[in-house]
């Protein structure tokens, strides 16, 4: 084991597969001179060379594009959006083409690419640039997404995605970067996509929490435990897409009840989708009505005050379980569901 | 001029654009019988400019075109029984039915895909050459695409990246003068698309798209610059297409006498006049040309009418690779049965249930085969 930071962790999955496999080569915006935006790619121009970390001009769609063309011809691509910001401008390439060729062409090619895009708020960036399009990717046939929130997870998922024959939206989160965590050593630790972890064991309320909001459900779980002697398991889903429903359901069936946190909007959300798989597949166990924590249905806002409002955090996050055991609704606010609207 | 080749290459060349000319022509026939669904886009007229292009092209070069490829395919030597099948949407078809008329696909004969969003294919031909640079392979991507891709970001991107890399892409564009019903000094602010990348630092010539002579000397010419100095290249070919943008298009937008005007430019008869006057073909074998053409496209409507309907229990197949690292996904997380461990082939009831619906939609009375899809495409 090494302590490692998120970057690094990530840094070297993609270096040790390079040292791998000659036709992983990454791809994007300032990745190369600048080493990274958010310094992810740090060193790897030194070793690799400008043919296997390439900077690329500011053209998301065609960096994507070209990407999935020489994975179609073979190569295995790790392309860098340099934010989900600007992931917009690919979903062209990202949903027509990488994610439907290998479909729309009946398997006779495939897509072995990873799309790389750190995302989230909290750094008052304000409406362009601290979208979570976790439930965007989610919803794309022939996607598989993945949003590691410790740097052990990163490393051994960003691994897998590497070796993986199908298109990976590999969601990282511009909080987590600087996160220090074990990190596994050997160069065949990975991680298999649709395997939830459960951070933490508990046997009154299911809390299901992805990217930083992983780390905002843990640490209310144990001021749950602390000031209201509620024991709550915290449950990790690491991957959406495949999505470890199993593991959901089976916590589910045993605490009665469930309260999903997520950074993003709440229409259509990530939230949105698991209390409705939960609903209709384990309505029977359910002693409350499923709560969602979400970002609030706003454009995030640049005053801090304002951005933070908007951001779930612990105190949501209690709230909400508080309503699942007292059975009652969680008092209407910005961030926690969708209100009126 | 350039010059007429062998007995045997002019025969290949005529033998070629007879048959998409020919495939073409019951293509829509059978759209009209509703045996082929969806938009079809036609390529009568345009014979030339593709024939021309693959037959300097080697086997190894990538190809990869736009809607408007059936007979890019057969050109580059794709069946014409699985193209056919195809667009009648069946598991003969290239794409086994998935992609229907405007993605073809033959990666065994390094046709890399006809695709449905305009300028889309673009990145997609810089990426396949990006591969063949990698590899330090000297083989060379030809991206054909229509005048109307040339006002999308794609173009701009693409020809940027492409320049900049030193990708060895020959960019080909077909110039029928129409991006639908929108004509091409009415879309595009400069019309010579040849210099539309100049400002890339990509030089392009226009050439004359109805000649196949011409497309083959011009075309052969910009492959070789590509190949050895590894660079893009851009050829702009003046074609026309004597058919709507899709069978669904009521031509309001042009005059009937522009279309009688350039069927006097026929790529076909032309050419056909031309190696008759040299006599490098008799009017025998321009006879059996068409015949064969005839019996080729013949027999594939027979093949693709008696080929069977995608199994239903494939619906889920193919989207995924299910592999080491992704060992099991949900074929459908609505299913109540427990999800990992599912592949395509053990989908759960639900996921059947909803195919068989499906099913029970295609085989009955469905009033939207009466009732074509709007001009919109």
Sequence with gaps: MAELRMREALRDAMAEEMRRDESVFVMGEDVGVFQGAFKVTEGLLDEFGEKRIRDTPISENTIVGVGVGAAMAGLRPVVELMTVNFSLLALDQIVNHAAAIPYMFNGNVRVPMVIRMPGGGGHQLGPTHSHSFEALYLQVPGLLVACPSTPADAKALLKASIRDENPVIFIEHESLYGIKGEVPEGEDEILRFGEAAIRREGSDVTIVGILKMAHVAERAAAELEEEHGISAEVIDPRTLRPLDLDTILASVKKTNRAVIVEEGWPHGGVGANLSTLITEQAFDYLDAPVQRVTGADVHMPYSRRMEQAAIPHEENVIEAVLATTEGAFPPAGGNSGEGDS | ?377
């Design chain 2, 1 to 377: 001029m350039a010059e007429l080749p062998d007995r045997q290459e002019s025969l290949e060349l005529l033998g070629r654009m007879c048959l998409i000319r020919r495939f073409e022509e019951e293509a829509g026939r059978q759209y009209q019988r509703a045996k082929a669904g969806g938009f079809l886009h036609l390529a009568i007229g345009e014979e030339a400019t593709i024939v021309g292009t693959t037959s300097v092209m080697r086997e190894d070069d990538y190809l990869i075109g736009t809607y408007r490829t059936h007979g890019h395919a057969l050109a580059r030597g794709t069946p014409a029984n699985e193209v056919m099948a195809e667009l009648f949407g069946r598991q003969t078809g290239t794409s086994g039915g998935r992609g229907g008329s405007m993605h073809i696909f033959d990666a065994g004969r390094r046709f890399m895909g006809g695709y449905g969003i305009v300028g889309g294919n673009l990145p997609l031909a810089a990426g396949l050459a990006l591969a063949s640079q990698y590899r330090d392979e000297d083989t060379v991507t030809v991206c054909m695409f229509g005048d109307g891709a040339s006002n999308t970001g794609n173009f701009g991107e693409t020809m940027n990246l492409a320049a900049l890399w030193k990708l060895p892409v020959l960019f080909l564009v077909e110039n029928n003068l129409y991006g639908m019903g929108t004509s091409l000094e009415r879309h595009s602010a400069v019309t010579d698309l040849s210099h539309k990348a100049a400002g890339y630092g990509i030089e392009g010539e226009r050439i004359d798209g109805m000649n196949v002579l011409e497309v083959r000397e011009r075309v052969g010419e910009h492959l070789e610059t590509v190949r050895s100095e590894g660079r893009p290249s851009l050829v702009e070919a003046f074609t026309y297409r004597y058919r709507g943008h899709s069978a669904a298009d009521p031509e309001v937008y042009r005059e009937k006498s522009e279309v009688e005007e350039w069927r006097e430019k026929d790529p076909i008869e032309n050419f056909i006049r031309l190696c008759c006057d040299q006599g490098v073909l008799s009017d025998d074998d321009v006879e059996a040309a068409r015949r064969e053409a005839d019996e080729t496209v013949e027999a594939a409507v027979k093949f693709a009418d008696e080929s069977p309907e995608p199994a239903l229990e494939s619906l889920y197949e193919e989207l995924y690779v299910v592999s080491e690292t992704m060992g099991w996904y949900a074929v459908d997380e609505r299913s109540p049965e427990p999800h990992r461990g599912e592949l395509g082939e053990d989908a759960p009831e639900l996921a059947r249930d909803l195919a068989e619906s499906g099913a029970a939609h295609a085989d009955g009375e469905d009033p939207e085969q009466q009732s074509r899809p709007g001009v919109r495409d």
